[in-house]
Each structure stands twice: as C-alpha cells, then as structure tokens.
C-alpha cells in the first residue's frame, strides 16, 4: 500500500507541476496584456512618523485587476514578472504613475512627503537603472528628494562590492535608498556602513514576530544598528496597538502597517496625508505595561 500511495504521491507532484507551469505562462501573457490595457493599479501606503504621528511618507504597490481572476496580489505576479524580464516595462509603468500621481497632488498643495518605490532585483541589476531613474525624475520634474527606492537586501548585498558603485549613482541623484525585508538576507555589515542608503526597512515576519521574545530582540537589533549607523528605522506589518507600543517605546523612527492605514487608492491619499495618529503614538508611549 506503501508503494502504491507512493506512486501516486508521485503521479500527483507531475500533474500539479505541470499545472503550475501552463498556468504560469497563462500569467505571463495575461500580464503583456494586463499592462497594454490598464489592468495594473497602483496603492499607496501611508508612513507614519513615531515622533509626530505625521503621515510623512507612502509606499506605492501594484495591483492587477485581472478581468476574469479578479484582483491577483504581487506576491503572485512579480516573482513571474520577474522570472520572465516583464519586471522592466512593468517597473517603468509604476515610476510613470507614481509620476502622474505626484502631479496630480502637487495642484493639491500637497508635496511635503516621500514616496517609496519598490525596485526588484532584475530591475537593480539592470545596468541602465540609474539612466532610467534619472529621465524618470526628469521628465517628471519631482525632487528627487522625494522619491526613496525600496531594494531588497539579497539585491544588494549579493555581490556587495561591484554594487557600491551601482548605489552612489542612484543616490548621486539625491534620492533616498532603503533596504527592504531587512533581516531576511545575510548582511554584511561592513558593506551596510559603505553603502550610501538611507533606510532600513525592518521585515514584517519580524514584527509579526513580536508576541515571542526572540521577534523582539531582532526588532530591538535592527532599530539600534539604524541608529548606529545613523540610518531611518522603519517598521511595516503593524497590526497590534502591542506591536506599536513597543516600536515606539523603543524609538523605532517609521512605522507601516493595517493598523494606521491599508494600501490606498490614490483618490484617498489627500484625506490620508491630513490624518495624524499623535493621540495613539502619545497613548503608546504610556501604556507601560
Ligand atoms: P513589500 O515591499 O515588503 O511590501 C509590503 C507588503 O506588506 C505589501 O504587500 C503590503 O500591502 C503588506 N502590508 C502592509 N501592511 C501590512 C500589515 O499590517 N499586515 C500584513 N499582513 N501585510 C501588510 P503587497 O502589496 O501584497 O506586496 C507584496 C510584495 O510585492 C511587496 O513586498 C514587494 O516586494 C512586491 N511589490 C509590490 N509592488 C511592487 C512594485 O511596484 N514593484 C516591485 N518590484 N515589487 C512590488
Ligand atoms: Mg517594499
Ligand atoms: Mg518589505
Ligand atoms: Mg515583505
């Protein structure tokens, strides 16, 4: 019965594998024409400052309404996107919306915030990123000030050395550089200190971790090594009043997460920048429970 179960087990696996694999290239051209007819949206996420409780900057994430599949997560398509090099065009597109949108609130009044963009590894690894960034910044004539990029610390920090060069370029254009996911991949510290970012991005799976006292101590960890090296701490995944209370006690510099705000459309954004959470940050700092 062993054997048989075992068989299939097996035969099952190959089915499921190929079915993962047809659907994957249904994705793929899906997405050439997700991208040709607007299917893509982009959500911003607003940031909070722990010291004034300010919306002082949002993060900008795709989504793809597919018309038969509804709304399909990033979590799903980016990886293909970025198996597939589709990542490129579709890298570009977001940076002209974040662009178009920008101006949008500008005639608003609205410009004293940052926004981040996530950049994937293809897209870093490109070696015509830094051109691509700079007519981005110039044909849509924000301060690069502004804008940071989100890089994930495997992009970085595989091949540490040759990317030093890479980040003073990007940087050179007086943008702010942020590692994401920070505490997944293997930092060297000593390429940390060299490299001209900005900002730390502590992992959400940390902060989701913050109920054991281990999640705790790496959440701690982090926050001290922004401040050492004269870095932005900021935490995403926020969900508990617990979570904040401690990375606010613990001066924790940035906070993101469901419990100020979830992803936004853009035509929410006004109202969100003009929302401020000082009597939860003030509630937090004395419950000293
Ligand atoms: P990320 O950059 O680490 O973004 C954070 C993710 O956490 C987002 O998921 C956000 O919606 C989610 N999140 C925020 N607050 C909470 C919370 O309190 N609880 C929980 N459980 N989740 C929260 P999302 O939007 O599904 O994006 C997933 C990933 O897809 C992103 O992770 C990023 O790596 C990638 N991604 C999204 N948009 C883009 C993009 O425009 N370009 C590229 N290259 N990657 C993108
Ligand atoms: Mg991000
Ligand atoms: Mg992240
Ligand atoms: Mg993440």
Known sequence: AAKADGRSCFRFYNEEMNARSVEQLKLEEDLR??????????RYQPQVDARTGAVVSLEALVRWKHPRRGMISPG????????????????????????RHCTYWDTLGLDHFRVCVNISPLQFNQPELTRTIRDFLDRSGLDPRRIELELTESAIMTDARANIE??????ALGLDLAVDDFGTGYSSL??????PITTLKIDQSF??????????????????????LNLRSIAEGIETQEQLRHLVQNKCDLLQGYYFARPLYPEDVPEALRRNY????????????
């Not at 024409?33 to 982009?42: D, H, I, P, Y």
């Not at 799903?76 to 970025?82: K, Q, T």
């Open 33 to 42: 024409e997700a991208m040709r007819q607007n299917q893509l949206e982009l």
């Open 76 to 99: 799903d398509f980016i990886p293909v996107a970025e198996r597939t090099g589709q990542i490129i065009e579709l890298g570009e597109w977001v940076m002209s919306e974040v662009a």
């Open 166 to 171: 890479k980040l003073k370029e990007l940087a």
């Open 190 to 195: 000593s390429y940390l200190k060299r490299f």
């Open 207 to 228: 902060v989701a971790d913050m109920s054991s006292a281990d999640g705790v101590a790496i959440v701690d960890a982090i926050i001290v090594l922004a401040k050492t």
């Open 278 to 289: 000082s009597s939860d940050i003030t509630e937090a700092l004395m419950d000293l429970t």
